[in-house]
Nanobody
Framework: QVQLVESGGGSVQPGESLRLSCAAS????????MGWYRQAPGKQRELVAG???????NYADSVKGRFTISRDNAKNTVYLQMNSLKPEDTAIYYC?????????WGQGTQVTVSS
């Protein structure tokens, strides 16, 4: 069993920053990918950023240059640093853990960007 615990969401004004964290615990694989997805009201869930065990990253075009994903393998934790936030970044953000035998989602954390 693997558990994911997310934190760091909240309400901010345009241009401000937030940092999301997702800690995995339990039977963690030695090789796994973690990522952040988001879902805005009335829209499909979309990939925001992902990071492999080796540190390779990928980003949605809409967040490149503003968001940074990183991971601390010793803590089995992935972070999403979100800078220059825009109203269109408003969504529920979900952490995702993928190993050879498991695809797991966090409970989601709300990010609201509004003036």
């Amino acid at each position: 069993q693997v558990q994911l615990v997310e934190s760091g969401g909240g309400s901010v004004q345009p241009g401000e920053s937030l940092r999301l964290s997702c800690a995995a615990s339990g039977s963690i694989s030695s090789v796994y990918t973690m990522g952040w997805y988001r879902q805005a009201p009335g829209k499909q869930r979309e990939l925001v950023a992902g990071i492999s065990s080796g540190g390779s990253t990928n980003y949605a075009d809409s967040v490149k240059g503003r968001f940074t994903i990183s991971r601390d393998n010793a803590k089995n934790t992935v972070y999403l640093q979100m800078n220059s936030l825009k109203p269109e970044d408003t969504a529920i953000y979900y952490c995702n853990y993928v190993s050879a035998w498991l695809n797991l989602w966090g409970q989601g954390t709300q990010v609201t960007v509004s003036s």
